[in-house]
């Protein structure tokens, strides 16, 4: 019985190579990414991943203090998994822009192995088996920006930061975006 509590995958847990809806947030909720600089770390960070064959990126939703996306990890970046590169990647450029504006204290942790903390730890991941949980998920993370506690844009396709785009109008607005139903 205690092998099975120690055994058990942790929730950020991904599969290589299967399908997960993410979900990523930054920690204590702050809007870190409210402004496009901060989004754009996000863009560049996805492009990379996907043109180095680490990840397939099939949607995504970048809102002020968390991130939602369907992609699939596809190799290790060295000695990284694809999200833990992506993590890394990404929280030492946010960190980078804070240090610059003054603000990085707003990140300060007291730990040992680090001083400061972007995302929060084990970010949750779910499996996706079928179309019709693929579907609810597309579905979830492309009406995000558009819920009453952040009315960031009116229509999905009017928030510039997300997959929306794509898949309601078949505009292929990042380089980076695969087809999801090509692969469910």
Known sequence: MIDKI???????????GQLNFWTATINGWRHLMKHDAHKDIIIESLDYL????????????????HLHMIWRTLAMNGKETAQGSFLKYTAHRLLNMLRAEGLQHAFRVDAINKKHEIWQRDSLAVPIYTRAVAMQKLNYLHFNPLAPHWLLAEDPCDYKYSSALYYEKDIKNFSFLQDLWEVI
């Open 50 to 65: 996907s043109r180095n064959q680490l990840a397939a990126i099939y949607a995504f939703v970048i809102m002020p203090n």
């Open 6 to 16: 120690f055994m058990r995958p942790r929730k950020s847990y991904i599969e290589p």
